[in-house]
């Protein structure tokens, strides 16, 4: 595993750096790989970009360019060099040879940070999948070995390499092994999952699935939302400002004061190019979110590149095959911007702030208006000896106006389509 020394405390040093081949967010992805390096507690030092058409083959880099990194490395004493893109094995092990730095590319860099924050079994089997896969091709192409090996059962680790040939190979049917045996076990894991997700389904409750950007305001959303409907404390989720803090999926039932209810989940937060071994090993828990009546997508409005990220997310959400789910877009963290007025609703759009109740408030609404539509105000008279009507009705629906007549209860309800159909027998009509 990528542990320091040191404890952490004095972060490694690293040099940043990537081509600029005129992509329109160069930049944007620049200053995100500077927070995904903090995110792994290293000490981004500089950064170093390089005008190409597209990348040298064998090294990535033109070699002057090498060179000017491992001069700026030298005077900034860093010891890692963090590039933005994920590279061949080739050039992984040219660039490592030419600078003598441990070359860390952004699939690696990504992989570590879920590695660290994974808690739960299925995202632990997932991660060390993922860092299996992504080491499999590159098993012999580091010749400097600043961290532990023993990263195979464990998931993280940027790095690995064998001293000879056959200790490679026999490292690769190990990998191997250990992927397929990993498999097995996640395979199991989701099918607990599965059955659960059934169970839910048969509740034939709506559900609403919170998505965005990492460090958005997801989980900051869920809870609040969790606060202002009084459920248990220990249905909060974790919240924290830091990259990919929540790595799971929790699903928890809301129940408004009108008795309507709704399934909420929180998952993962996306970053630009998430890497391709990730997704696929999250696929199961990413896939939540195509099951959703309404998606949630949580926008944080304070970060300059706010746009950007919704374009990310909704590329990330078709890679994983979620489309045609309507979608509020919550703009969140209003607070931190003067010039926005909130709590605001604009269309299918909302300028909040998950940390404020009249905002939350406002986004119930909003989640209310687009998933009960089709309720239905209706009256019912509903004879006493049916009492289990009335207490489905009255645990189920919001309940508008109740009165004793002689042959019964007079009921007048906001109804879904389906209570409807069950209590047609008893429509009341004067
Ligand atoms: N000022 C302010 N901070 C907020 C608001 N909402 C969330 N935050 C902060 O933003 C940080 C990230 O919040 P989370 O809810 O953990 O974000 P997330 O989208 O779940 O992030 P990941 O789990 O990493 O994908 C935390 O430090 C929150 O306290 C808000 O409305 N205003
Ligand atoms: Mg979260």
Redesign the pocket.
Known sequence: MFMKMNGGKNMDGAILAGIDSGQENFEYTMNELAALTQAATIKPELTITQKLDKPVSATYFGSGKLNEIKNAATAKSAIDLIINDELTPTQLRNIEDQTNLTVIDRTALILEIFARRAHTREAKLQVQIASLQYRLPRLRTSSLNRFDQQTAGSGGGFTSRGSGETQMELNRRTIQNQINHLRHQLKEVEQEEQTKRKARDRSNLKTVALV??????????MNGLLRLTGQDEEKQVF????????LDTSVRKIQFADNKQILLS?T??FVSSLPHQLVEAFKTTLSEAAQADLLIQ?IDASDPHAKEMVKTTEKTLREIGVTGIPMIYAF?????EPQLSYPQIAGDQITF????DESLKLLIKMIKKTLFADFETKTYLIPFDEGKYLEQLNSNASILNTDYLAKGTLITAEVSPATAGILQKFEYSN
């Open positions: 965005g950007y990492t460090n958005a305001g997801k989980s900051t959303t919240e924290k400002n830091m990259l990919f803090a929540t929180d993962v937060g949580v969140n963290k209003a607070d931190l702030s998950a940390q404020d």
